[in-house]
């Protein structure tokens, strides 16, 4: 248990509808990771904050995602108009960039699973 | 452009070394290993920054070269416990998000 908790652990929704996903980092990181993994591939990077601001996106990340850190504390993930290839685990990580090292800390991700 | 991981499956039996490679054709700031079992969370082993450092604990070691973009992961003694797969994330110089091989699949074998 690395201290990232991520909710909820699987989630199973019609395509078309609308998920989000919660993920609380360890405490006192400031920055905080999105990817995505699927099957036999390694994870692929979506999004991250450092505090409240989100600072870089990946192009993965199309219109539908969205993701929010409010405060600088947890933060959330929402896919809109879920579809079929939205099926994945989505990992968060969170890192305390102290220096020039930026160790990143996963959490145990939410499995979707888009019908 | 994701980081090339060889070889991409490893058998051993325990005891045995291995080593994990992976290159990159971009000029990397770091490079990150982490070991992932099935249905779990990765999990972070180690971090290399540019300078052709090596790092390890235990039995476990890396080193990256940074004039050919590459870092490898030595395994010695291996354990039962080692088993899983490993996957190196590669960091640019500016971006702070990882872009992650395939991963190495390892087996050891009592």
């Known amino acids: 248990d690395t201290g990232v908790s991520q909710n909820p652990r699987h989630k199973i929704t019609k395509r078309g509808q609308n998920v989000t996903f919660r993920c609380d980092p360890i405490?006192?990181?400031?920055?905080l990771y999105w990817y995505r993994q699927t099957l036999g591939q390694g994870p692929e990077f979506l999004t991250y904050?450092?505090?409240?601001?989100?600072?870089?996106k990946s192009r993965l990340l199309s219109d539908r995602f969205s993701a929010e850190r409010p405060k600088g504390s947890f933060s959330t993930l929402e896919i809109q108009r879920t579809e079929q290839g939205d099926s994945a685990m989505y990992l968060c990580?969170?890192?305390?960039?102290?220096?020039?090292?930026?160790?990143?800390?996963f959490g145990p991700g939410t499995r979707l699973t888009v019908l | 452009q994701q980081p090339v991981q060889s070889p991409q499956a490893v058998i051993l039996r325990e005891g045995e070394d291995a080593v994990i490679n992976c290159s990159s054709s971009?000029?990397?700031?770091?490079v990150h290993w982490y070991r992932q079992k099935h249905g779990e969370a990765p999990v972070f082993l180690m971090i290399l920054l540019k300078g052709g450092e090596q790092k390890g604990h235990d039995k476990i070691s890396a080193s990256f070269n940074e004039k050919k973009q590459q870092s490898s992961l030595y395994l010695t003694a291996s354990q039962l416990s080692y088993s899983g797969t490993y996957f190196c994330g590669t960091e640019l110089a500016g971006a702070d998000g990882l872009t992650f091989g395939k991963g190495t699949h390892l087996i050891i074998q009592p």
């Open positions: 990580a969170s890192s305390p960039r102290v220096s020039s090292y930026n160790e990143q800390f």
């Open positions: 405490s006192e990181h400031n920055r």
């Open positions: 971009k000029a990397l700031y770091s």
């Open positions: 904050f450092q505090n409240e601001a989100q600072l870089e």
